[in-house]
Structure formats: structure tokens, C-alpha cells
Nanobody, 124 residues
Framework: QVQLVESGGGSVQAGGSLRLLCVGS????????TGWFRQAPGKEREFVCG????????KCRTPVKDRFTISRDNDKNTVYLQMNSLKPEDTAVYYC?????????????????WGQGTQVTVSS
């Protein structure tokens, strides 16, 4: 079983930056595709960015692709989400997810493991 722990969230002013970390347990984590999702109050969970196990396949959805960057360091069992130029509409709980294969997915139902989430709040 893989366990995921997110950290790095917080409260920032618009235009600021945050780096989220997802640390996975287990020796198989480095072979898992991973993704970041977020859920804002009153909204459904949405895909943010994903990355394959070897970092050869990387994707962020259009609303954040010019501001967010996903990366991973398998030696540290860690996936990162660098968020720059944050906007109030980025406010949400951010979740890390991992799949049992070697590809990421933009669909939440494809993931087997989820972290507890970390709150990101961006104020005007």
C-alpha cells in the first residue's frame, strides 16, 4: 500500500508563490504516475497537473499551465507542484494522487491512492 502526504500549502497574497510537496511511501512509488487535483468550496474536484513515473509525460491543464510546474524526484519519493503568480481563484484544497501504472491521468477515478490534502488560500 502507498501512502501520500502533501505539504507546503498556506495563505499568500495574489501574485505570490507556493511549492507543494507530495511524499510517497513504499518502494513502488517511483514507478507510479502521479497527479495533483484541487477542490474549491462549492466546486467539484478538478485535475491540475500530472506527471508520469519517469517524467517523460507532463501535463498541466490550460488555466494553470503558464503558472504551475509539476516535477518529481524519485530518489526522494517526492512530487512537486510549483505555483507562481497565484490568483484568488487558485484557492482550494490540493490533493496528490498516485496510480498503480506508469502513466498519469486527468481523471480522478483512475487513481488508487490519495493524500489528505493541503489548503492553499490566495487573497486579493
Amino acid at each position: 500500500q502507498v501512502q501520500l502526504v502533501e505539504s507546503g500549502g498556506g495563505s499568500v497574497q495574489a501574485g505570490g508563490s507556493l511549492r507543494l510537496l507530495c511524499v510517497g511511501s513504499g518502494r513502488t512509488f517511483s514507478s507510479f504516475g502521479t497527479g495533483w487535483f484541487r477542490q474549491a468550496p462549492g466546486k467539484e474536484r478538478e485535475f491540475v497537473c500530472g506527471i508520469s513515473w519517469n517524467s517523460n509525460n507532463v501535463k498541466c491543464r490550460t488555466p494553470v499551465k503558464d503558472r504551475f510546474t509539476i516535477s518529481r524526484d524519485n530518489d526522494k519519493n517526492t512530487v512537486y507542484l510549483q505555483m507562481n503568480s497565484l490568483k484568488p481563484e487558485d484557492t482550494a484544497v490540493y490533493y496528490c494522487a498516485a496510480s498503480g501504472g506508469m502513466r498519469y491521468s486527468a481523471y480522478a477515478g483512475d487513481y488508487d491512492y490519495w493524500g489528505q490534502g493541503t489548503q492553499v488560500t490566495v487573497s486579493s
